[in-house]
């Protein structure tokens, strides 16, 4: 592929993302279903000139404009044509989407590959057999094969998270309870010393549960935040989606931040009220 008659390079050392490489592309009279045109004008119906409509980020990457002239080999015919008009489209739509779009009468003399799709009920795949057999050439795609698939990779991916989650939860509980136990001979003081003075065993656990509580609802909070920030970045950057933001997260993960703090905080912590105080007070 040249841009301008310059030869694009055959790797992307040079420039990111701008080497040689294959593009799929198709013909139209009119801009097709879901396209915006961002720049240029379409051709008009029956055009026999050599103009193609490109995409804005494949255009980006390949240091296309307007008015430029690009080169191609079809086969080993080789074609040039002038960028008329640039669009914009939907990639996450399950429309077929192509870079390139040529009018339909200058792309006459060149092969083609043609597509479509229809739905067939799993009761009559059987079909399918007959259907191939009458025409070999004809390559058949059953989406809900490649979907269920889809879906049995994304199961399995989820699993492995959810593994990698229950253990990070798992050390993390160790440590907490690690934690409450090197500190649990000051708290057990504290204690001692609070009954003395005539405070309830419910009023120094309630004490406990809202310090742990606490603890939670800001670990819970920052666990969101975290959260969302990496679902943020791997849909918008890793994986070119539209960012999909997750409300029911916000207060379902303080929420469980603080029962589990909360309640493992406090079982830890069991054995500050179920001392005798007085005995706690001998040893001062």
Known sequence: MSVN??????????????????????????????NVLTQGQWWAP?????????????????????????????????VEATV???????????????????????????????????????????????????????????????????RSIVTQVSSAIELVLGVIIAAGSLVLVAGVQSSVDSRMQESSILRALGAHRRLILGGLLIEFAAMGLFAGLLATVAAEFSVFVLQEYVMEMQYAPS????????????????????????????????????EL
């Open 5 to 34: 008659d310059v030869e694009l390079p055959r790797t992307d050392e040079e420039e990111e993302g701008r080497r040689q490489r294959e593009v799929n592309f198709t013909w139209s009279d009119i801009v097709p279903s879901q």
């Open 247 to 282: 409300p029911w997260v916000w207060p379902l993960g303080p929420l469980a931040g603080m029962v589990l703090i909360g309640t493992l905080g406090v079982f830890s912590c069991r054995s500050v009220v179920s001392s005798s105080p007085v005995t706690l007070l001998r």
């Open 84 to 150: 008329s008009s640039i669009r914009e489209l939907d990639w996450q739509s399950f429309r077929p989407n192509f870079f390139l779009v040529f009018p339909p009468r200058f792309l006459a003399p060149y092969p083609a590959t043609f597509m479509t799709s229809f739905h067939l009920g799993a009761e009559n795949k059987v079909f399918l057999n007959q259907f191939i057999r009458t025409f070999p050439t004809v390559t058949v795609i059953e989406m809900d094969v490649v979907v269920e698939q889809l």
């Open 46 to 78: 029956d055009s026999e000139e050599a103009l193609v409509s490109v995409e804005i980020e494949f255009a980006q990457r390949m240091g296309m404009q307007l008015g430029d002239k690009i080169g191609f080999l079809v086969g080993s015919a080789p």
